[in-house]
């Protein structure tokens, strides 16, 4: 049996009247590729956003890496802190900071390394991620879309997290792209072994990437697990969501 | 892998072999370790000057992430570098470490011969005169660019007169947020001036025992000076940098080429809109300054004076001459032309980058309020030379 990273037990999320999760249940288990999936404003970014601490549930638990988020103290928040990566959806990368100042960022603030092996490190990274030597001291505004969600990556990579959490990866890139950045993450988790939580709407990536998933639905999760143990569940969205004509193209000729 | 800093520290422990030196390296060699690790490696002479082989036993080493394989490459690389020999350094692992040799494939996968490109070292002598160069053709260029900006919006002024076509609910909507909500902030402004100004003549009339001129001194000072500058940096600080600030963000989030693209002329929808309405508010809030710091004056006058009310008021329609109100007021729309042209134009050269809405912002509130002080100048010229 493999080990579970993160549990989410019983979730409530309110904002003032509107509840966006009531009840919500699911594992993410060491090693796999887990994406969250759901319908606009089913909550899909809220629960990664309460995975991560930027935002307190209103009820229930979350546990991450065996530790129960509620009320932990700051401490220990900050040790969790350093052991994730997060790619934000639209990169996040600090627009007064070049690309290998992004990159390092944490390296320098949380490590006491020696300036020559940071370099080393970034430039470790960004071949990692695929992107060019030259653009490390180019700003993030002075880069393609693409390439700011690589160096996003390369810099949620720094500090080599156990966990990586994706919010729509590859939203906003070209096909080609974004079937790159999938392999990529395929290939970085089977690399450095890393556990990967991704927020996804892409049917691609829903299909040739992840490993396990969770669909959100009804405030509440409406299925768990591999792909083809989600579709096997008889639910409004997932029939919609599945039975499209790119889901079915897909299903026709596999994984 | 898990790489936590909780696990084992490393253990340098050295044998003397025939063949040379033999390191047993051991331990979780990840991020966190790494500056003891360097340190320990440090106080061995033979790392600095290996005068003999060395062996590095990697058997013992537990746990190894990205950050300790480039360390622990960088560091074979410089220790085979100093040798006399390449051959003196060699690395053995018995029982290999199955985690080591897969991070050593990944980080030999992507660690090219390569460095970071470095920023070229500049001469700081070059770089003084380059900056100035470069502020000074900016300055230029900004200096076109605005007088662009003012003709563009001088001519849709024109055809929106014209066509009788001004946004009539847009401005009364920004005559009401940079007006009417500015009266709290503008009434305690004035007020205190008034009180200060007061005070402070009130002081030097007494030894004189002039008292009743407390009234010219204030009404005067107040309506032709104080009241409008006052009013217009509260209004510059208020309202233009807002402008900037708003422009700045639609730019960043396209929204200013979105209307482009729909077909709405933002100097017709955005920038027409908030110049007359600060027009039309200035003057108006400079009326509203004159009242308020002339009944701040009046109150020092009765408590530090000994004037009532009523004498200060009828001392007032006495001296205090209509031209002196005209005089503050007629400045209103030419401060408040400025400052919203400033703080429109300083959000349209915002660019992509977040920095830049905080640094066009403060440009745009440092310049309208440094040519609000210019234009009073001048006008304070005019009116003497016209002798009003």
Same mark, same amino acid.
């Given at each position: 049996?493999?080990?579970?990273?993160?549990?989410? *037990? @019983?979730?409530?999320?309110?904002?003032?009247?509107?509840?966006?999760?009531?009840?919500?249940?699911?594992?993410?288990?060491?090693?796999?590729?887990?994406?969250?999936?759901?319908?606009?404003?089913?909550?899909?970014?809220?629960?990664?956003?309460?995975?991560?601490?930027?935002?307190?549930?209103?009820?229930?638990?979350?546990?991450?890496?065996?530790?129960?988020?509620?009320?932990?103290?700051?401490?220990?928040?900050?040790?969790?802190?350093?052991?994730?990566?997060?790619?934000? !959806?639209?990169?996040?990368?600090?627009?007064?900071?070049?690309?290998?100042?992004?990159?390092?960022?944490?390296?320098?603030?949380?490590?006491?390394?020696?300036?020559?092996?940071?370099?080393?490190?970034?430039?470790?990274?960004?071949?990692?991620?695929?992107?060019?030597?030259?653009?490390?001291?180019?700003?993030?505004?002075?880069?393609?879309?693409?390439?700011?969600?690589?160096?996003?990556?390369?810099?949620?990579?720094?500090?080599?997290?156990?966990?990586?959490?994706?919010?729509?990866?590859?939203?906003?890139?070209?096909?080609?792209?974004? *079937? !790159?950045?999938?392999?990529?993450?395929?290939?970085?988790?089977?690399?450095?072994?890393?556990?990967?939580?991704?927020?996804?709407?892409?049917?691609?990536?829903?299909?040739?990437?992840?490993?396990?998933?969770?669909?959100?639905?009804?405030? $509440?999760?409406?299925?768990?697990?591999? /792909?083809? *143990?989600?579709?096997?569940?008889?639910?409004?969205?997932?029939?919609?969501?599945?039975?499209? @004509?790119?889901?079915?193209?897909?299903?026709?000729?596999?994984? | 892998?898990?790489?936590?800093?909780?696990?084992?520290?490393?253990?340098?422990?050295?044998?003397?072999?025939?063949?040379?030196?033999?390191?047993?390296?051991?331990?979780?060699?990840?991020?966190?370790?790494?500056?003891?690790?360097?340190?320990?490696?440090?106080?061995?002479?033979?790392?600095?000057?290996?005068?003999?082989?060395?062996?590095?036993?990697?058997?013992?080493?537990?746990?190894?992430?990205?950050?300790?394989?480039?360390?622990?490459? $960088?560091?074979?690389?410089?220790?085979? @570098?100093?040798?006399?020999?390449?051959?003196?350094?060699?690395?053995?692992?018995?029982?290999?470490?199955?985690?080591?040799?897969?991070?050593?494939?990944?980080?030999?996968?992507?660690?090219?011969?390569?460095?970071?490109? $470095?920023?070229?070292?500049?001469?700081?002598?070059?770089?003084?005169?380059?900056?100035?160069?470069?502020?000074?053709?900016?300055?230029?260029?900004?200096?076109?660019?605005?007088?662009?900006?003012?003709?563009?919006?001088?001519?849709?002024?024109?055809?929106?007169?014209?066509?009788?076509?001004?946004?009539?609910?847009?401005?009364?909507?920004?005559?009401?947020?940079?007006?009417?909500?500015?009266?709290?902030?503008?009434?305690?402004?004035?007020?205190?001036?008034?009180?200060?100004?007061?005070?402070?003549?009130?002081?030097?009339?007494?030894?004189?025992?002039?008292?009743?001129?407390?009234?010219?001194?204030?009404?005067?000072?107040?309506?032709?000076?104080?009241?409008?500058?006052?009013?217009?940096?509260?209004?510059?600080?208020?309202?233009?940098?807002?402008?900037?600030?708003?422009?700045?963000?639609?730019?960043?989030?396209?929204?200013?080429?979105?209307?482009?693209?729909?077909?709405?002329?933002?100097?017709?929808?955005?920038?027409?809109?908030?110049?007359?309405?600060?027009?039309?508010?200035?003057?108006?809030?400079?009326?509203?300054?004159?009242?308020?710091? %002339?009944?701040?004056?009046? %109150?020092?006058?009765?408590?530090?004076?000994?004037?009532?009310?009523?004498?200060?008021?009828?001392?007032?329609?006495?001296?205090?001459?209509?031209?002196?109100?005209?005089?503050?007021?007629?400045?209103?729309?030419?401060?408040?032309?400025?400052?919203?042209?400033?703080?429109?134009?300083?959000?349209?050269?915002?660019?992509?980058?977040? *920095?830049?809405?905080?640094?066009?912002?403060?440009?745009?509130?440092?310049?309208? %309020?440094?040519?609000?002080?210019?234009?009073?100048?001048?006008?304070?010229? /005019?009116?003497?030379?016209?002798?009003?």
């Amino acid at each position: 049996m493999k080990k579970p990273l993160i549990r989410v *037990e @019983n979730l409530v999320t309110r904002f003032g009247d509107h509840v966006v999760h009531d009840g919500v249940n699911l594992t993410i288990y060491e090693g796999e590729i887990y994406g969250i999936l759901g319908g606009s404003g089913s909550g899909k970014t809220t629960i990664l956003r309460e995975l991560i601490m930027l935002h307190e549930p209103t009820a229930g638990r979350v546990t991450v890496l065996g530790h129960d988020l509620g009320g932990a103290p700051r401490e220990l928040r900050q040790r969790l802190r350093t052991q994730w990566g997060v790619l934000f !959806q639209f990169g996040a990368l600090f627009t007064s900071l070049t690309i290998a100042e992004n990159i390092a960022v944490k390296l320098k603030e949380y490590t006491r390394i020696s300036d020559s092996l940071i370099d080393d490190i970034v430039a470790t990274k960004l071949e990692m991620v695929g992107l060019d030597l030259k653009v490390a001291s180019l700003y993030p505004s002075e880069l393609s879309g693409g390439m700011v969600k690589r160096a996003a990556l390369a810099r949620a990579l720094a500090m080599d997290p156990r966990l990586l959490f994706l919010d729509e990866p590859t939203s906003g890139l070209d096909p080609i792209s974004a *079937e !790159q950045f999938d392999n990529l993450i395929v290939q970085l988790k089977n690399l450095l072994g890393l556990t990967i939580v991704m927020v996804t709407h892409d049917i691609d990536s829903i299909f040739t990437v992840v490993d396990r998933m969770a669909v959100l639905g009804d405030r $509440k999760v409406v299925a768990e697990g591999s /792909i083809n *143990e989600v579709v096997q569940v008889n639910h409004p969205f997932i029939r919609q969501f599945f039975g499209g @004509n790119r889901a079915m193209i897909r299903r026709k000729h596999g994984k | 892998m898990p790489l936590n800093s909780e696990q084992t520290l490393k253990i340098i422990r050295t044998v003397p072999a025939k063949e040379g030196k033999i390191f047993y390296l051991s331990g979780a060699w990840t991020l966190s370790n790494l500056p003891e690790i360097e340190k320990a490696l440090k106080k061995y002479r033979e790392f600095k000057h290996p005068s003999y082989p060395l062996i590095l036993d990697i058997s013992g080493i537990t746990l190894i992430d990205t950050a300790g394989m480039l360390f622990f490459l $960088k560091a074979r690389e410089t220790l085979r @570098n100093k040798a006399r020999r390449k051959t003196d350094i060699s690395v053995r692992g018995v029982g290999v470490n199955e985690e080591f040799l897969k991070m050593f494939r990944l980080i030999r996968r992507y660690k090219k011969e390569r460095a970071l490109p $470095k920023p070229r070292p500049r001469n700081p002598f070059a770089s003084f005169f380059e900056a100035i160069g470069r502020h000074f053709f900016n300055g230029i260029d900004s200096a076109f660019l605005f007088l662009d900006f003012i003709g563009r919006t001088y001519a849709t002024f024109l055809r929106d007169l014209l066509r009788f076509s001004f946004r009539i609910r847009e401005i009364s909507n920004l005559v009401k947020k940079a007006g009417v909500m500015a009266l709290p902030i503008i009434g305690i402004t004035t007020f205190l001036i008034g009180v200060v100004i007061a005070f402070q003549s009130a002081v030097q009339l007494q030894q004189y025992g002039a008292n009743i001129f407390i009234v010219e001194i204030v009404s005067i000072a107040i309506a032709r000076e104080l009241s409008p500058i006052i009013t217009s940096i509260v209004v510059a600080g208020r309202s233009g940098s807002s402008y900037t600030a708003q422009l700045g963000a639609m730019k960043i989030t396209e929204e200013l080429d979105a209307m482009s693209v729909m077909g709405f002329d933002i100097f017709h929808f955005l920038i027409l809109p908030r110049s007359i309405a600060l027009i039309i508010v200035l003057p108006l809030l400079i009326f509203f300054g004159d009242i308020i710091g %002339i009944f701040g004056g009046m %109150i020092v006058a009765k408590y530090q004076l000994g004037i009532t009310p009523i004498s200060f008021i009828d001392r007032l329609y006495e001296v205090f001459a209509m031209r002196h109100f005209y005089a503050g007021i007629i400045k209103g729309p030419f401060f408040a032309a400025t400052i919203a042209a400033i703080g429109c134009f300083r959000g349209l050269q915002v660019t992509r980058d977040t *920095e830049s809405i905080g640094r066009q912002t403060t440009i745009s509130v440092v310049n309208s %309020i440094f040519m609000v002080i210019i234009i009073d100048a001048v006008f304070s010229i /005019i009116f003497t030379e016209l002798g009003i």
